[in-house]
């Protein structure tokens, strides 16, 4: 069986309920426009990579976390280490002015290694109050996928200017981005040609073990054969939930972007060459199961002179062990289906939570 990617199975609901309009982030934050934002987050990149986080614009009062730790920008690993990032590029971006957030999306270096920089936010009074910063750096951190030099080569869908007539309103877009980690809202309906992005690049997939995992949808993958496998559809029903995410909805570009952390487990993957593992949504655990039984051990099948490992006589297997997914997922909304998603993770020990979702306020 051939596989070049692993899907987490993670994707979208909408039974279209009630919802907050704004963000849990906050309310409507001043006249820090679309331009503002953006320059804002420029800002941070900038200072990332001149190792000076005193250019900041900080209020008085912020919060900052780096892949979920709170930590000040002079304490940062951040600061210390990016020495550049790559502009950014069509779908890298989700700009929310009526609540003062920008979500960003790049690749960056630190010396010649490359890794994925994603983060949210939020600005008042054109003074930043929320950063939420995140960046993998490999593809143990991020799960199983790793691919920051495809950032600037993402689905044509990215790259398409909504016209008005097919752009949804901040409500339909809201209820959208809620529905990621909320199996209450149903399933938008995907596009035929969705495609799902993980960390930079598409995912691929051998079709039989696509159709093993996803037993519930049954995808018709007829029209997604492609170089290496199939493209993965981009809504399947089987999803976890974090029904405390937090949302960016960008009404201009038909973009929202939900945050969220999900339980899950970590196991070992024999698909391609190597000791690989692979983490796998606690929810969406049985259809990796079912895979056949050389992929999670190849020990005593043809597939065990793939994965030699030194002299050894045997495979060494990683043991299944649980873990957390720090997740964001990036949704292109238009004429009312799904027309991409984009996903970035960073792995998370076992019962994590999120510092966003504890009330810190006047403390």
Known sequence: MKKKNFILTLCLGSNLLAFPLLSPAGTPTGDCDRHCLKAIALQVLTSMKEHNSESLPLARSYLLTENGTPVSPVMSTLWRTVTDFKPLGPGQEAIDPATGQIVVI?????????????????????????LELYISRSKGESGQLFAPHELDNLPQAWRYEVPAKDKAGREELTRVAYSVFDKSYGN????????????????????????????????????????GGVSVPCTVSDRPEDKQARVVVDVQQGVAASFGIVPGVVFPSFITPGLESTFVPADSSAGWKRLP????????????????H??????????????????????????GKIEGV??????????????????TTGK
């Open 106 to 130: 790049t690749e960056v270096r630190e010396g010649d290694s490359p890794s994925v920089f994603y983060g949210r936010l939020k600005v008042e009074d054109r003074h930043l109050t929320e």
């Open 188 to 227: 938008p309906p995907g596009s035929k040609s969705c495609e799902l992005v993980e960390m930079g690049g598409r995912v691929i997939e051998d079709p039989d073990a696509l159709k093993l995992i996803t037993q519930a949808d049954a995808p018709d993958l007829s029209h997604r054969a492609t170089e």
């Open 293 to 308: 039984a050389d992929i999670h051990d190849p020990n005593g099948t043809p597939r065990q002179s793939r994965h030699k």
């Open 310 to 335: 030194g002299d050894l006589p045997y495979v060494p297997v990683l043991k299944t062990m649980p873990a957390s997914m720090q997740t964001v997922e990036v949704v292109k909304f238009y004429g």
């Open 342 to 359: 984009q996903r970035y993770m960073h792995m998370q020990p076992v019962g994590s939570g999120s510092v966003w979702n504890i009330d």
